[in-house]
Protein backbone atom coordinates (compact mmCIF):
# COMPACT_ATOMS: atom_id res chain seq x y z
CA UNK A 1 0.00 0.00 0.00
CA UNK A 2 1.31 3.33 -1.26
CA UNK A 3 1.53 5.88 1.78
CA UNK A 4 1.05 9.51 0.08
CA UNK A 5 2.77 12.36 1.65
CA UNK A 6 -0.06 15.63 2.09
CA UNK A 7 0.83 19.45 1.77
CA UNK A 8 -1.60 21.47 2.12
CA UNK A 9 -1.78 25.24 1.34
CA UNK A 10 -2.19 28.25 2.44
CA UNK A 11 -1.29 31.85 1.76
CA UNK A 12 1.72 30.28 0.59
CA UNK A 13 2.12 28.08 3.77
CA UNK A 14 2.12 24.56 4.67
CA UNK A 15 -0.82 23.80 7.12
CA UNK A 16 -2.80 21.14 8.59
CA UNK A 17 -6.49 21.98 10.44
CA UNK A 18 -8.23 20.36 12.52
CA UNK A 19 -11.65 18.91 10.59
CA UNK A 20 -10.99 21.40 8.29
CA UNK A 21 -11.74 24.60 9.45
CA UNK A 22 -9.85 27.54 8.89
CA UNK A 23 -7.77 29.10 12.09
CA UNK A 24 -7.46 25.47 13.85
CA UNK A 25 -3.87 24.49 13.21
CA UNK A 26 -1.95 21.78 14.34
CA UNK A 27 0.71 22.54 11.60
CA UNK A 28 2.21 25.52 9.98
CA UNK A 29 5.52 25.39 7.97
CA UNK A 30 7.98 25.72 5.14
CA UNK A 31 5.90 23.71 2.11
CA UNK A 32 9.02 23.46 -0.03
CA UNK A 33 11.17 22.01 3.28
CA UNK A 34 8.42 19.51 3.38
CA UNK A 35 8.58 18.47 -0.10
CA UNK A 36 12.30 18.48 -0.01
CA UNK A 37 12.31 15.76 2.49
CA UNK A 38 9.24 13.85 1.06
CA UNK A 39 10.85 13.67 -2.87
CA UNK A 40 11.19 10.30 -3.00
CA UNK A 41 8.08 9.52 -2.66
CA UNK A 42 6.29 8.27 -5.77
CA UNK A 43 3.19 10.47 -5.22
CA UNK A 44 2.71 14.20 -3.38
CA UNK A 45 -1.00 15.16 -2.34
CA UNK A 46 -1.50 19.17 -2.52
CA UNK A 47 -3.99 20.96 -1.73
CA UNK A 48 -4.61 24.40 -2.47
CA UNK A 49 -7.02 25.42 0.52
CA UNK A 50 -7.32 28.98 -0.58
CA UNK A 51 -8.30 27.85 -3.98
CA UNK A 52 -10.79 25.88 -2.62
CA UNK A 53 -12.55 28.34 -0.92
CA UNK A 54 -12.37 30.48 -3.37
CA UNK A 55 -13.34 28.39 -6.34
CA UNK A 56 -10.41 29.24 -8.40
CA UNK A 57 -6.19 28.43 -8.20
CA UNK A 58 -4.62 30.71 -5.69
CA UNK A 59 -1.37 29.03 -5.07
CA UNK A 60 0.18 27.61 -8.14
CA UNK A 61 3.55 29.69 -7.66
CA UNK A 62 4.24 27.47 -4.70
CA UNK A 63 2.77 24.14 -6.31
CA UNK A 64 5.08 24.61 -9.13
CA UNK A 65 7.74 24.87 -6.77
CA UNK A 66 6.94 21.46 -5.02
CA UNK A 67 6.55 20.03 -8.32
CA UNK A 68 10.00 20.67 -9.49
CA UNK A 69 11.02 19.53 -5.90
CA UNK A 70 9.61 15.91 -6.45
CA UNK A 71 9.87 15.81 -10.25
CA UNK A 72 6.44 16.60 -11.30
CA UNK A 73 4.96 13.42 -8.89
CA UNK A 74 2.32 14.94 -7.68
CA UNK A 75 -1.80 15.54 -7.46
CA UNK A 76 -2.72 19.14 -6.86
CA UNK A 77 -6.38 19.59 -6.22
CA UNK A 78 -8.35 22.93 -4.96
CA UNK A 79 -10.12 25.40 -6.98
CA UNK A 80 -9.95 23.46 -10.06
CA UNK A 81 -13.58 23.90 -11.45
CA UNK A 82 -12.93 24.81 -15.10
CA UNK A 83 -10.72 23.04 -17.98
CA UNK A 84 -8.28 25.86 -18.02
CA UNK A 85 -7.62 25.48 -14.18
CA UNK A 86 -6.98 21.66 -15.06
CA UNK A 87 -4.88 22.16 -17.99
CA UNK A 88 -2.50 24.42 -15.58
CA UNK A 89 -2.51 22.18 -12.62
CA UNK A 90 -1.87 18.85 -14.98
CA UNK A 91 1.36 21.11 -16.78
CA UNK A 92 2.28 21.07 -13.07
CA UNK A 93 1.54 17.92 -11.48
CA UNK A 94 0.71 14.32 -12.83
CA UNK A 95 -3.09 14.33 -11.57
CA UNK A 96 -5.83 16.89 -11.22
CA UNK A 97 -8.12 16.03 -8.17
CA UNK A 98 -11.37 17.69 -8.60
CA UNK A 99 -13.77 17.85 -5.38
CA UNK A 100 -17.00 19.99 -6.44
CA UNK A 101 -16.92 20.53 -10.17
CA UNK A 102 -17.80 16.36 -10.64
CA UNK A 103 -21.03 16.93 -8.88
CA UNK A 104 -22.61 20.36 -9.78
CA UNK A 105 -21.38 20.14 -13.46
CA UNK A 106 -21.57 16.24 -14.43
CA UNK A 107 -22.10 16.95 -18.24
CA UNK A 108 -18.69 19.40 -18.13
CA UNK A 109 -16.69 17.01 -16.07
CA UNK A 110 -17.22 14.23 -18.15
CA UNK A 111 -16.08 16.51 -21.34
CA UNK A 112 -13.15 16.88 -18.73
CA UNK A 113 -12.38 13.20 -18.12
CA UNK A 114 -12.22 12.55 -21.79
CA UNK A 115 -10.07 15.42 -22.84
CA UNK A 116 -7.64 13.88 -19.83
CA UNK A 117 -7.88 10.33 -19.92
CA UNK A 118 -6.41 8.58 -16.66
CA UNK A 119 -4.97 12.02 -15.33
CA UNK A 120 -7.99 13.02 -13.14
CA UNK A 121 -8.76 11.72 -9.40
CA UNK A 122 -11.83 12.54 -7.94
CA UNK A 123 -12.34 13.56 -3.84
CA UNK A 124 -14.81 12.26 -2.61
CA UNK A 125 -14.58 14.87 0.86
CA UNK A 126 -17.34 13.18 3.03
CA UNK A 127 -19.32 14.40 6.12
CA UNK A 128 -21.96 12.26 7.68
CA UNK A 129 -22.45 10.51 4.56
CA UNK A 130 -22.42 13.45 2.68
CA UNK A 131 -20.14 14.49 0.09
CA UNK A 132 -19.01 18.50 0.69
CA UNK A 133 -18.12 20.74 -1.76
CA UNK A 134 -16.62 24.44 -1.66
CA UNK A 135 -13.88 24.26 0.30
CA UNK A 136 -15.81 21.55 2.64
CA UNK A 137 -18.74 24.09 3.33
CA UNK A 138 -21.11 22.64 0.91
CA UNK A 139 -23.72 19.17 1.00
CA UNK A 140 -23.32 18.07 -2.58
CA UNK A 141 -24.90 14.31 -3.13
CA UNK A 142 -25.06 11.64 -0.62
CA UNK A 143 -22.06 9.49 -1.35
CA UNK A 144 -24.26 6.36 -2.73
CA UNK A 145 -25.55 9.04 -5.40
CA UNK A 146 -22.05 10.19 -5.93
CA UNK A 147 -20.40 7.13 -6.50
CA UNK A 148 -23.31 6.61 -8.79
CA UNK A 149 -22.72 9.34 -10.82
CA UNK A 150 -18.93 8.46 -11.19
CA UNK A 151 -18.93 5.45 -12.89
CA UNK A 152 -18.04 4.65 -15.66
CA UNK A 153 -14.98 7.51 -16.12
CA UNK A 154 -11.39 7.18 -17.11
CA UNK A 155 -10.06 8.43 -13.39
CA UNK A 156 -6.76 7.67 -12.06
CA UNK A 157 -8.10 7.42 -9.12
CA UNK A 158 -10.68 8.03 -6.27
CA UNK A 159 -9.94 9.53 -2.99
CA UNK A 160 -12.06 9.02 0.08
CA UNK A 161 -12.05 11.55 2.76
CA UNK A 162 -13.16 11.55 5.89
CA UNK A 163 -13.48 14.67 7.32
CA UNK A 164 -15.06 14.04 10.67
CA UNK A 165 -11.93 12.81 11.64
CA UNK A 166 -9.37 15.01 9.11
CA UNK A 167 -6.56 16.10 11.04
CA UNK A 168 -7.76 14.86 14.82
CA UNK A 169 -4.85 11.84 14.58
CA UNK A 170 -8.11 9.34 16.07
CA UNK A 171 -8.01 6.96 13.29
CA UNK A 172 -9.77 6.27 10.32
CA UNK A 173 -13.37 6.13 9.57
CA UNK A 174 -13.58 3.05 6.75
CA UNK A 175 -15.58 3.65 4.12
CA UNK A 176 -16.78 0.54 1.69
CA UNK A 177 -13.83 -0.20 -0.74
CA UNK A 178 -15.62 -2.21 -2.90
CA UNK A 179 -17.95 0.63 -3.66
CA UNK A 180 -15.60 3.07 -3.80
CA UNK A 181 -13.44 0.79 -6.63
CA UNK A 182 -16.70 0.70 -8.93
CA UNK A 183 -15.72 4.16 -9.81
CA UNK A 184 -11.61 3.32 -10.17
CA UNK A 185 -8.99 1.50 -10.20
CA UNK A 186 -7.09 2.90 -7.15
CA UNK A 187 -8.56 3.75 -4.63
CA UNK A 188 -7.31 6.18 -1.38
CA UNK A 189 -7.84 6.94 1.67
CA UNK A 190 -7.55 10.15 3.66
CA UNK A 191 -8.20 11.32 7.52
CA UNK A 192 -7.26 11.13 11.23
CA UNK A 193 -4.36 8.26 10.53
CA UNK A 194 -1.61 8.59 12.66
CA UNK A 195 -0.37 5.30 13.56
CA UNK A 196 0.99 2.29 11.98
CA UNK A 197 -2.31 0.38 13.28
CA UNK A 198 -4.56 2.46 11.43
CA UNK A 199 -2.26 2.11 8.42
CA UNK A 200 -2.53 -1.71 8.43
CA UNK A 201 -6.45 -1.46 9.30
CA UNK A 202 -6.67 0.63 5.82
CA UNK A 203 -4.28 -1.60 4.12
CA UNK A 204 -6.56 -4.69 5.08
CA UNK A 205 -9.68 -2.84 4.21
CA UNK A 206 -8.01 -2.77 0.56
CA UNK A 207 -6.74 0.49 0.28
CA UNK A 208 -4.52 1.38 -2.58
CA UNK A 209 -2.47 4.02 -0.57
CA UNK A 210 -3.02 6.53 1.98
CA UNK A 211 -2.68 10.26 2.07
CA UNK A 212 -0.86 11.43 5.56
CA UNK A 213 -0.10 14.56 6.25
CA UNK A 214 0.72 15.56 10.37
CA UNK A 215 1.70 12.03 11.14
CA UNK A 216 4.78 11.75 8.86
CA UNK A 217 5.64 15.49 9.80
CA UNK A 218 5.95 14.27 13.48
CA UNK A 219 7.65 10.97 12.31
CA UNK A 220 4.89 8.70 13.83
CA UNK A 221 4.72 6.10 11.12
CA UNK A 222 8.06 4.11 11.35
CA UNK A 223 6.53 1.56 9.49
CA UNK A 224 6.54 3.29 6.21
CA UNK A 225 9.26 1.82 4.35
CA UNK A 226 12.12 3.97 2.28
CA UNK A 227 9.76 3.90 -1.30
CA UNK A 228 6.96 4.71 1.20
CA UNK A 229 5.14 1.61 1.28
CA UNK A 230 3.78 -0.17 3.80
Not at 44 to 53: Q, T
Not at 76 to 93: H, N
Not at 107 to 122: I, T
Request: aromatic share 8%; net charge neutral; glycine share 14%.
Amino acid sequence: MLVIPSIDLEGGRAVKRVRGRRGEYVFVGDPLELARRFSRAPLIHVVDLDGAERGTPANLDVVAAISDAVGGRCQVGGGLRDPASVSRALGLCDYAVLGTLPFTEPRLFDEMAKSFPGRLVVSLDVSEGWVMGGGWTARLLRLEDALRLLEGRDLAAAIYTSIDVEGTGVGPLVADVEALRRVAKRIYYAGGVSSCAHLELLKRAGFDGVIVGYALYRGDLSCVGEGFTY
